[in-house]
């Protein structure tokens, strides 16, 4: 069976950047509350930090997914959402492979249609074992779209 999850030094990368977000929030907040320098500014830059924090937050919690492949199946669990989806390979439409070399080395990132518009997606960047699950794919799925 292959699992193939998020990578801890891209989570962590993020944690530590919605640390920084939140906490100049939390600064800006302060400063604006105490002193009356620059108070319009703050005003306006308070509300931009807060959203960019939580449009990244909730974009990590939301792409945090752990992909089990074996026995014809795909199993993909949402941890935050406790949701789990099964995904028998009979039943997958097709699967592309998309590569573009980057200044830091390739990113490759596969697509895999498993409903008319659904599409799981898994990036060697991001998740552990890609290449464990592009040789399943192509051992498994004979077809690519």
């Known amino acids: ?26 600064v800006l907040l302060n400063s604006l509350l105490s002193n009356e ?3 319009l500014f703050k005003l306006i830059l308070a509300p931009i930090v807060l959203v960019i924090g939580l449009v990244i937050l909730s ?14 199946q795909i ?4 941890p935050v959402s406790r949701m ?7 039943d997958v439409l097709g699967w592309h492979e998309e590569a573009i ?12 249609l498993y409903t008319k518009k659904k599409i799981l997606k898994l990036s060697n960047k991001e998740n552990t074992d890609y290449e464990e699950v592009v040789k399943y794919l192509k051992k498994k799925v ?3 779209k």
């Open 101 to 112: 070399n980057t200044k830091n080395g390739e990113f490759r990132e596969v697509k895999i």
């Open 75 to 78: 199993e993909v669990f949402y």
């Open 1 to 26: 069976m292959i699992i193939s999850k998020p990578k801890r030094n891209t989570i962590s990368a993020l944690v530590v950047f919605l640390i920084l977000i939140f906490g100049s929030f939390f």
């Open 84 to 90: 789990r989806l099964k995904i028998n390979v009979k």
């Open 142 to 144: 004979k077809f690519k």
């Open 37 to 39: 320098a620059y108070f």
């Open 59 to 72: 974009k990590l919690l939301a792409a945090l997914k752990v992909v089990k492949l074996g026995n014809n």
